[in-house]
């Protein structure tokens, strides 16, 4: 909304300035210049959908436990001493992402361009995977049990959305340039690495100022990996109150960051040499959105939670963080600036293929939260150092950017 308030005060603004009517309305509210800066949108977004989740919080909360959606709880035969650990959790609400999700897509259309194509995609993804993540709570509540959708249909869903997806970033002339006509590359379709337009099947990575494979149409797989892989972590780490959020808003800072860097041309190309493509800007704000989100939602959500996020939440984002490494094309990235959702994934795989293949466990209990957890640590210890490990490679994949 308020992109479109700019549109209409810069066309009066022209048009009064070439008339030389210097005392018209659109000289009083000049100000109204102050919308066409996505940094100055990213602020608000976030600051709105802070305000909105704070705001609503309270009445979904009541909502919810009126409802009796309240979170299930594995028993003592399946996880042994967790379930001592985890005991007063049993009856939390969950599906709180709803909370955050809204929240996201009400600040991204007042201050987002909505038809932008990163922000349309990465909104769409968001908003698909949190219906397939309400599914899934809706059916653990309905049934009293903690096992929901069955797996292999849930990864259907995820692959279909994350497929469509792919295709969307792969076909649409604004982003890979495919099918593009001369001047609309000139006008900016398609990315570009330093001095020369790259495919959207280049793989990319900051140490590196040139494309390290071409993937050409493969990449439309790999991009669906991405997104169902990411999804599928921030679903893993959300186990204990406000990690999954924290690291959200961490790892959403770090990627608004780097779309707003790699939509200026001159920082992009000639300083940092990292995929440039001018529609980025308009992601910063979408992101800043989940991150102010987030904020809202750990009012709620941290230790001892009132709501939980539930796979509503915890699907969604990592949905929209997986869209959001792709439409950056830093991909790559995304295993060091989200290191702790990596961390969360790996330990999973590593615990089940050393037990099916040695019948050993790595681990006493994966997630490795809660291991952590087993070890000793307490619940806010485990969280609170998850986070300070979240921020650090936050920080350190910023740093890979001007290494080189």
């Not at 949108?41 to 979904?60: D, H, N």
């Not at 790259?198 to 390290?212: D, H, N, R, T």
Request: aromatic share 14%; glycine share 10%; charged share 15%.
């Amino acid at each position: 909304m308020f992109p479109l308030i700019y549109d209409f005060w810069h066309q009066s603004f022209e048009a009064q300035k070439a008339a030389g009517n210097t005392d018209g309305w659109a000289f009083t509210y000049s100000f109204l210049n102050l919308f066409q800066y996505p940094t100055f949108r990213g602020a608000c977004a976030g600051l709105t959908s802070f305000i909105l989740t704070l705001l609503v919080g309270p009445r979904v909360i009541r909502k919810l436990i009126s409802l009796k959606v309240g979170q299930p709880i594995r028993t003592a035969a399946e996880v042994h001493k967790l379930a001592e650990l985890h005991g007063g959790k049993l009856g939390t609400p969950t599906m709180g992402g709803v909370m955050i999700v809204g929240s996201v897509l009400v600040a991204t259309l007042l201050w987002a361009r909505p038809l932008n194509p990163f922000v349309a995609l990465c909104a769409c993804t968001m908003a698909a995977c949190a219906l397939l993540g309400f599914c899934d709570d809706y059916k653990k509540v309905k049934e009293r049990k903690s096992d929901g959708v069955s797996g292999r249909t849930k990864l259907f869903w995820q692959f279909l959305i994350a497929i469509i997806a792919a295709c969307f970033v792969y076909f649409k002339p604004e982003v890979s340039g495919f099918g593009a006509t001369v001047e609309q590359l000139r006008q900016g379709f398609g990315f570009q690495l330093g001095k020369q337009e790259i495919s959207i099947g280049a793989i990319c990575f900051p140490l590196v100022k040139e494309p390290i494979v071409n993937l050409h149409w493969l990449i439309i797989p790999f991009f669906a990996m991405v997104i169902v892989g990411t999804s599928n972590a921030v679903n893993l780490t959300d186990g204990l109150d406000g990690l999954a959020t924290g690291c959200t808003i961490s790892t959403a800072i770090a990627y608004a960051i780097l779309a707003y860097l790699a939509h200026r041309f001159y920082i992009a190309t000639e300083y940092l040499v990292i995929p440039h493509n001018p529609y980025l800007g308009e992601l910063f704000v979408f992101l800043f959105a989940l991150a102010g989100a987030g904020f809202g939602f750990l009012w709620f959500n941290c230790h001892p939670a009132k709501v939980f996020m539930g796979d509503t939440g915890s699907l969604a984002i990592g949905g929209a963080l997986g869209t959001a490494a792709i439409c950056t094309k830093q991909e790559l990235m995304l295993v060091i600036i989200g290191g702790v959702f990596v961390m969360e994934a790996m330990s999973v795989i590593l615990q089940v293929g050393s037990f099916k293949l040695r019948k050993k466990r790595i681990f006493r209990m994966s997630p490795i939260h809660h291991h952590f957890e087993l070890l000793g640590w307490h619940e806010n210890q485990v969280i609170n150092r998850f986070w300070i490990l979240s921020i650090m490679f936050a920080i350190f994949g910023l740093a890979l950017l001007k290494i080189v």
